[in-house]
């Protein structure tokens, strides 16, 4: 069984820290990743993709890829409370399949 | 945002009722998915469409059935509801899935009852 693991959390940071949110995943041949925000009783929205090792920022968001390690984080730089929501971690894993991890909850305390 | 929705977006049914839930886009994506998200479990494939009468079962498939007709619409039919099946249900359209690297994009989702 492929996996996507996440620690459920929560993790909570104070305003203006730098959250960090791991993933670790189990099927080595995963080739894309996603970071998916999902605010309480709403849908999941996109807030980063990553395809290759290292590094991918936008804005106060990175996203890190380790493909030797299998890992996957996700970094909010300056975090707002706003920001205060679970973060899904996903793979694509081939045959019209991405992996979801269960998700972190995030609070970002005012 | 991606234009999808999804009908209805809240549904109280009873044991043993079929029931059917729409996904409705306006992207013109070929590839539409049919998810189902519970606490501790996070987002399971139901079934996938990879263009219209083309679809295929995902990993919690059992009891659930779909359709696809038109390139914009995407139904779920669960056949004879039961208990197992109260859950959030999300529909999700992506455009190309050369190397997994397009997005899936998501609709606003059904919440499900079944009493």
């Known amino acids: 069984q492929k996996e996507v693991e996440q620690n459920s959390g929560p993790l909570s940071v104070p305003e203006g820290a730098i959250a960090s949110l791991n993933c670790t995943y189990s099927?080595?041949?995963?080739?894309?990743f996603f970071w998916y925000r999902q605010y309480s009783g709403k849908s999941p929205e996109l807030i980063m993709s990553?395809?290759?090792?290292g590094d991918k920022e936008d804005g106060r968001f990175t996203a890190q890829l380790n493909k030797a390690s299998q890992y996957v984080s996700l970094l909010i730089r300056d975090s707002q409370p706003s920001d205060s929501a679970t973060y899904l971690c996903?793979?694509?894993?081939?045959?019209?399949?991405?992996?979801f991890g269960t998700g972190t909850r995030l609070k970002v305390l005012a | 945002d991606a234009g999808i929705t999804q009908s209805p977006r809240h549904k109280v049914t009873e044991t043993g009722t079929p029931v059917t839930l729409r996904c409705h886009q306006t992207?013109?994506?070929?590839?539409m998915y049919w998810y189902r998200q519970d606490p501790g479990h996070g987002l399971r494939l139901i079934h996938y469409?990879?263009?219209?009468?083309?679809?295929d079962k995902g990993e919690v498939s059992d009891g659930y059935s779909v359709s696809r007709s038109k390139t914009e619409d995407f139904l779920l039919t669960l056949e004879s509801a039961t208990s197992s099946q109260t859950s959030v249900y999300f529909c999700?359209?992506?455009?190309?899935?050369?190397?997994?690297?397009?997005?899936?994009?998501f609709g606003p989702g059904t919440r499900l009852t079944v009493l």
């Open positions: 099927d080595r041949v995963s080739q894309s």
């Open positions: 996903a793979t694509y894993s081939g045959t019209y399949k991405y992996i």
């Open positions: 469409s990879y263009g219209v009468k083309d679809t």
């Open positions: 992207e013109n994506h070929r590839y």
């Open positions: 999700a359209i992506s455009e190309s899935i050369a190397g997994g690297t397009d997005t899936q994009y």
């Open positions: 990553i395809y290759s090792n």
